[in-house]
């Protein structure tokens, strides 16, 4: 699978890990899937919901000591932002094709937990921040056996892509 993006779209989600640090940074992907590839019309920078309330939502997938209490290791997209978005991107024919998070001074790989949450028809955009700035971007999915695997990010004008196939 390819996840095509623009340099602007890019952009936004370095610049949001970079902001956010050395916390982590979450996000929405807005887009269209076809066959092979998904293609990102628009980024939905979230505020990192995660708090007590989420890490013990969470305890059964990783122990709570692992999962922490802080920001700094985890993220949370709230329930409210989710559909917010879901009913932006059914306004504009689009769909939430994925999510976009940081991992501070980490590198751009998912980790258990965040293989535990995933879903399988999203793309899971990676970015790594180390001493707050961006050296690393990545995108994952799960296949069939719930596995991560890597998708190839395309750097595309895809405003044009879209605003010509509407």
């Known amino acids: 699978m390819t996840i095509e993006l623009s340099r602007e779209h890019l952009q936004a989600i370095c610049s949001h890990g970079e902001s956010a640090y050395p916390q982590e940074c979450c996000g929405l992907l807005l887009g269209l899937v076809r066959r092979d590839s998904k293609t990102v019309v628009d980024v939905l920078g979230t505020e990192n919901a995660w708090d007590e309330e989420a890490m013990k939502a969470f305890q059964g997938i990783e122990p709570l000591a692992k999962l922490g209490e802080t920001k700094r290791g985890n993220y949370g997209i709230a329930p409210t932002d989710i559909l917010k978005a879901q009913k932006a991107a059914r306004d504009r024919h689009l769909a939430i094709i994925g999510i976009y998070h940081s991992h501070p001074d980490c590198a751009a790989i ?3 937990f ?4 995933a879903w399988q ?3 899971y955009i990676i970015v790594s921040v180390c001493s707050g700035k961006a050296v690393d971007v990545t995108s994952w999915g799960l296949d069939d056996d719930r596995e991560f695997q890597r998708e190839e990010i395309s750097l595309v004008d895809q405003l044009e892509n879209y605003s010509k196939n509407r």
């Open 114 to 117: 965040d293989r535990q949450v």
């Open 110 to 112: 998912p980790s258990e």
């Open 121 to 123: 028809e999203y793309s």
